[in-house]
């Protein structure tokens, strides 16, 4: 689905003596069945942007088009359980959330209340599950008895069995050892190419923006600082910095490899993968050369 945000502004506690700006002037262009990443120092905003992609939290001014859906201060959508359904958000610390008594029955939670049959609802929920990296036998467990990390890859089947067009992940790994940062960050990934999701992820971890997202937007005191495609954005490590962030450790790597050696690369490596690939023609450069 397409979103259009046009000249978003939210403030806290409106009309009150404790009353905050958190987000002015936002606007993005975001693709149907695009990825993008929204990065940003802490407080800057996109927490309180990605509530208003669901309607949880609404506009003070400025409009969101999402679909068919229109999201604006002056009016309620009507539909807003109908755009719900179709975009599912991953919330910071989702595990919170769980409240049945057993996982099948908290996956099943989501796509009941949208009036899927509860045969339909228990079919999704073993597929979510699986696709989670969790065995069906825990279908029966309490989602108290798991641990936080499978506590989490529950709280994101719920999500999944409710099959969303658009998918909306607040650092959805923060917490998770390595090994399931990577598995939970590749199955959205998989996901959004095999489902033409459009997917939109804040992060911290600049490594994950550069190597999943298609465009990065940098938020900076409530609004966005800077929008480019990954290679535009971390080109320029002072730009980035002056936002508080850094860009991917590769791109470091590689920068320092460049002065040592005292050679250009011809542009940044993103990844692991592209830095490999820079080294490993330099060096047989070289052993060409001495031929
Ligand atoms: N419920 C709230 N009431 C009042 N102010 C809030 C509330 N939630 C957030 N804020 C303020 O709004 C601003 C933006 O907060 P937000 O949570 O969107 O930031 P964030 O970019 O998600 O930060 P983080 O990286 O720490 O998650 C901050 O100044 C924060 O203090
Ligand atoms: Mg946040």
Redesign the pocket.
């Known amino acids: 689905m397409q979103i259009n945000i046009q000249n978003l502004e939210h403030r806290?506690?409106a009309k009150t003596p404790?009353e905050?700006v958190?987000?002015y002037d936002v606007d993005m262009e975001i693709a149907d069945g695009s990825y993008s990443a929204v990065i940003?120092?802490?407080?800057?905003?996109?927490?309180?942007?990605l509530q208003h992609l669901n309607g949880l939290l609404r506009p003070f001014k400025g409009t969101i088009q999402i679909g068919n859906f229109t999201l604006k201060a002056s009016e309620k959508e009507k539909n807003i359980k109908a755009l719900r359904k179709k975009v599912g958000v991953v919330f910071?610390f989702p595990e919170h959330q769980l409240f049945e008594e057993t996982v099948e029955r908290d996956i099943c939670f989501g796509p009941i209340n949208f009036g899927v049959s509860e045969e339909e609802a228990k079919k999704r929920a073993r597929a979510a599950l699986k696709l989670v990296g969790l065995p069906e036998k825990y279908l029966e467990s309490s989602p108290f008895d798991l641990s936080g990390g499978q506590m989490r890859r529950v709280a994101i089947a719920g999500v999944l069995a409710m099959e969303p067009e658009v998918l909306v992940l607040?650092?959805p790994t923060a917490g998770l050892d390595p090994r399931g940062r990577k598995e939970i960050m590749d199955l959205f990934y998989s996901l959004h190419k095999e489902k033409n999701l459009t997917t939109i992820l804040?992060t911290?971890s600049m490594e994950d923006a550069a190597m999943y997202a298609d465009s990065i937007y940098v938020?900076h005191n409530?609004t966005v600082g800077m929008k480019g495609t990954p290679r535009e954005i971390f080109s320029n490590p002072e730009e980035i910095q002056r936002f508080g962030l850094d860009v991917p450790e590769t791109v470091l790597f590689m920068k320092k490899l460049e002065d040592r050696l005292g050679r250009n690369f011809g542009g940044i490596c993103l990844t692991i993968d592209e830095a490999a690939e820079a080294i490993a023609s330099m060096v047989q450069e070289g052993e060409g050369q001495h031929e």
Do not use: P
């Open positions: 806290y506690q404790f905050r958190a987000l940003g120092h802490t407080g800057s905003g996109k927490s309180t942007l910071q607040d650092e804040v911290h938020m409530g």
